[in-house]
T-cell receptor, first 113, second 112 residues
Framework: DSGVTQTPKHLITATGQRVTLRCSPRSGDLSVYWYQQSLDQGLQFLIQ???????AKGNILERFSAQQFPDLHSELNLSSLELGDSALYFCASARDWRNTEAFFGQGTRLTVV | GENVEQHPSTLSVQEGDSAVIKCTYSDSASNYFPWYKQELGKRPQLIID?????GEKKDQRIAVTLNKTAKHFSLHITETQPEDSAVYFC???????????FGQGTILTVHP
């Protein structure tokens, strides 16, 4: 167990819908990352938050947004869902915003039908 | 931005043999290079990492080497076991922030 908790584990929803994925980082970790893993794109960095503020942005679509709350948990919001958004979404956390060890949660498997 | 290339995409070895996976990166500012192991349907797990001030690091049967001049780093697994079968990802991270850029992954199969 990495100490990073993601909910839900599985999510099935229809195209056009909106979903929220939740992540609780390890105790003491201030940095949260979101990654998308699909068969054809591999592991892609989406966005990073550090202590409530956005720190870095990757290949995140405009339909997607995220935030980190004062208690340090983070949510990834995916809207106007398309079939191609079906993927595993991982959250990872680290102590600092710099390049330190990142520990991954178990992921949320999103299926858009 | 950073680009990480990983080879081979699949690797099949006999139990007890060694396995080597290689990665190259493009951003000379990168200075942190972790390796993750991912079993089917599970989360990536950090198995070893190296920083740019070190050329080699070992942890039991696993070792990683880094050549900053050539911008490549490699994972070496000795005395492979069937439980080493998984997908292995290399990654690189620049000094300014912790974003990891991953390679495409290597499917390692160790045959008993």
């Amino acid at each position: 167990d990495s100490g990073v908790t993601q909910t839900p584990k599985h999510l099935i929803t229809a195209t056009g819908q909106r979903v929220t994925l939740r992540c609780s980082p390890r105790s003491g970790d201030l940095s949260v990352y979101w990654y998308q893993q699909s068969l054809d794109q591999g592991l892609q960095f989406l966005i990073q938050y550090y202590n409530g503020e956005e720190r870095a942005k990757g290949n995140i679509l405009e339909r997607f947004s995220a935030q980190q709350f004062p208690d340090l948990h983070s949510e990834l919001n995916l809207s106007s869902l398309e079939l191609g958004d079906s993927a595993l979404y991982f959250c990872a956390s680290a102590r600092d915003w710099r390049n330190t060890e990142a520990f991954f949660g178990q992921g949320t498997r999103l299926t858009v039908v | 931005g950073e680009n990480v290339e990983q080879h081979p995409s699949t690797l099949s070895v006999q139990e007890g043999d060694s396995a080597v996976i290689k990665c190259t990166y493009s951003d000379s500012a990168s200075n942190y290079f972790p390796w993750y192991k991912q079993e089917l349907g599970k989360r990536p797990q950090l198995i070893i990492d190296i920083r740019s001030n070190v050329g080699e690091k070992k942890d039991q049967r696993i070792a990683v080497t880094l050549n900053k001049t050539a911008k490549h780093f490699s994972l070496h697994i000795t005395e492979t076991q069937p439980e080493d079968s998984a997908v292995y990802f290399c990654a690189a991270s620049p000094t300014s922030y912790g974003k990891l850029t991953f390679g495409q992954g290597t499917i390692l199969t160790v045959h008993p």
